[in-house]
Nanobody, 125 residues
Framework: VQLQASGGGLVQPGGSLRLSCAASGLAVSSYAVGWFRQAPGKEREYVAAANRGGGAIHADSVKGRFTISRDNAKNAVFLRLNSLKPEDTAVYYC????????????????????WGQGTLVTVSS
């Protein structure tokens, strides 16, 4: 099982990025998925989560700016980041956890078994 995150980079405040998380060895259609981030010197924090049924939730700090989505045909999960702020600078991680329920979300890191390696997003002018 492997989750490969990509799409990070250096962007100016107010800019946008799209992060991708390609899965192999598991079918994302059977998993609840999420994105987390960890800034230097801080704990990993929840960003967004999506259930199997197509529903999505987002942390208050990113609501209205970030959007999680999934493409089961591509076996991938995405995170669109708009209106980026310097405080969004962090390593972003995707995660997946098998669930039998289509309505289940997981918004804590401890709930996830499978993790990607992280992709760095730096917001700076």
């Amino acid at each position: 099982v492997q989750l490969q995150a990509s799409g990070g980079g250096l962007v100016q405040p107010g800019g946008s990025l799209r992060l991708s998380c390609a899965a192999s060895g598991l079918a994302v259609s059977s998993y609840a998925v999420g994105w987390f981030r960890q800034a230097p010197g801080k704990e990993r924090e929840y960003v967004a989560a999506a259930n199997r049924g197509g529903g999505a939730i987002h942390a208050d700090s990113v609501k209205g700016r970030f959007t999680i989505s999934r493409d089961n045909a591509k076996n991938a999960v995405f995170l669109r980041l708009n209106s980026l702020k310097p405080e969004d600078t962090a390593v972003y991680y995707c995660a997946a956890e098998w669930t039998g329920g289509s309505d289940t979300y997981y918004n804590t890191a401890a709930s996830y078994t499978h993790w990607g390696q992280g992709t760095l997003v730096t917001v700076s002018s």
